[in-house]
């Protein structure tokens, strides 16, 4: 018996060496430690060993089935890992193979500076709300202090959808909204798309505009230039030069218009600021009491400034495109050379 147990224990393993995959290994397994595996019908024919044997042939059978198991595991380990290099080979990424190109997109000018001024506006704590497209007219205009049959309502030649619904003709109705629904003191900031019945080379029925607001106690026209200034400074840098004009606008009063360093010529002189070196910023001024009032606000508590740039023209003079009708296109050969 002892010679037996040698001899499953010397072709047990050679067998489990040359075992090719796991299939052949477990096969090996089966033939030796299975129910009816050489092994097992051995150590079942114990009870037959002379008694003075049996300890002896007994501690040798344990080892033999021990070093079966312990090479079967090993081979098995073995197995596993050589499979998961050849997986791993075969999966084998070239980092170094030329890319066939992947295509990037980019972001329209139009949105690219809207979100540089909507970034600078929320680090200067502004709030950036939205308000509809099409509004009423009292919203667009009487709420505004424009009346109606108001020659100031020339100002701005109207796309009407009935008598008293319009596309806004500016983003001017967002005052409106916030003071009648927000509590002072706030600052908002609305960015959008604003339509006139207006048609040229640099005027299109579409365009865009953002509003800013801010209420609170004792705000002057001071308050108001100093945060034009930083705005100035952040957009053309420290050593933008600003001047002002006086203006109307029925919902400030008093009304002004910014000018800043041209941007076209960085204050030189050319023919888009006729030569002076400056070109208009926008304009704005101290929110007239009346609309403070009519929009529920207490005007003897509160006061505020409002401006309204137009960002359309600043794309076009920083970009150097010479139609407006440009930006609203969508015509690729013009926004691939705006990347
Ligand atoms: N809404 C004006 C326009 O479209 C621009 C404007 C001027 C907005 C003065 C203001 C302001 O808030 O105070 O021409």
Redesign the pocket.
């Given at each position: 018996m002892k010679k037996q147990l040698e001899e499953i224990l010397k072709n047990g393993l050679a067998q489990i060496e040359v075992a090719a995959d796991l299939k052949q290994l477990d096969d090996v397994r089966l033939k030796f430690l299975g129910k009816t595996g050489e092994l097992t019908t051995i150590l079942r024919g114990m009870k037959d060993v002379p008694a003075e044997e049996r300890r002896e042939v007994g501690t040798l059978a344990n080892s033999v089935r021990e070093q079966i198991e312990a090479a079967l595991s090993q081979k098995l380990a073995d197995l596993e890992n050589e499979k998961l290099r050849l997986d791993m080979e075969k999966e084998k990424v070239d980092i170094t193979e030329p890319s066939t190109g992947t295509k990037r997109g980019a972001l329209h000018p139009l949105t690219r500076f809207n979100n540089k001024f909507m970034e600078l506006c929320v680090e200067m704590g502004f709030t950036v709300i939205q308000t509809p497209e099409i509004e009423t007219d009292y919203y667009n205009f009487e709420a505004l202090n424009v009346p109606k049959n108001h020659p100031s309502r020339d100002?701005?030649d109207s796309l009407y959808i009935t008598d008293t619904i319009l596309m806004r003709?500016?983003?001017?109705p967002a005052?409106v909204h916030a003071m009648e629904t927000l509590k002072p003191p706030f600052k908002i900031v609305c960015p959008g798309r604003?339509y006139r019945n207006d048609d040229d080379s640099s005027h299109s029925p579409i365009f865009n505009?953002f509003?800013?607001?801010v209420i609170d106690e004792n705000v002057s026209l001071k308050d108001f230039m100093i945060m034009v200034r930083e705005m100035a400074e952040r957009l053309y840098g420290k050593d933008v030069k600003m001047r002002v004009r006086p203006a109307f606008?029925p919902?400030?009063e008093p009304?002004i218009e910014i000018d800043a360093t041209c941007q076209m010529c960085h204050g030189k002189g050319c023919s888009l600021c006729k030569g002076t070196g400056f070109s208009e910023f926008?304009?704005?001024?101290i929110?007239n009491p009346k609309i403070l009032e009519m929009s529920g606000i207490d005007s003897k508590k509160y006061s505020g400034?409002?401006?309204?740039p137009?960002i359309d023209r600043s794309v076009m003079i920083t970009n150097k495109i010479p139609n407006i009708k440009y930006l609203f296109r969508n015509d690729m050969r013009f926004l691939k050379q705006m990347r």
């Open positions: 100002m701005q003709t500016h983003t001017s005052q604003v505009q509003e800013a607001l606008f919902f400030t009304s926008f304009g704005g001024g929110v400034f409002a401006f309204g137009g």
